[in-house]
């Protein structure tokens, strides 16, 4: 749903209004984006700056880290996620990049399937 159909619900009271990124793929929710009424108030709402124990990457085609502005495509990673897919072990970092992931770390990473980009605020990855 596009901000402008949404901050006019934040402008008009006191209760907040949370954008909670869950895909299928999370065991729980992993990011979290509050709509105020003097935020950005139009395009896409931001999936948000990640909760407690979970990571969000923006990475591109060949699964390199995407910097700002560059469209990419959102992967999960840490223990928010869901250790495989039934049936689907394409489905990961690893078995989708040609060179490997390029997530250090120990970090379990999984794509979603969401086309994202790094808006100018940190931590802001937004769907397109």
């Known amino acids: 749903m596009p901000l402008d159909r949404i901050v006019p619900l934040a402008a008009a ?4 209004v949370l954008n909670r990124y ?8 992993v990011a979290t984006f509050e709509v105020t009424a003097d935020g950005p108030a139009t395009g896409p709402v931001p999936t948000g700056r990640p909760l407690p124990h979970a990571r969000v990457y923006v990475l591109d085609e060949r699964t390199r880290p995407a910097p700002l502005g560059v469209p990419g495509e959102l992967y999960l990673g840490r223990d928010r996620l869901a250790r495989s897919y039934l049936n689907r072990p394409g489905l990961s970092c690893a078995a989708a990049s040609p060179t490997g992931c390029p997530i250090g770390g120990g970090v379990r ?13 940190p931590g802001r990855p937004a769907h397109r």
């Open 109 to 121: 990473p999984g794509l979603t399937g969401d086309p994202a980009g790094w808006r100018p605020s």
């Open 13 to 16: 009271g006191p209760a907040r």
């Open 22 to 29: 869950g895909p299928t793929e999370a065991t729980v929710g």
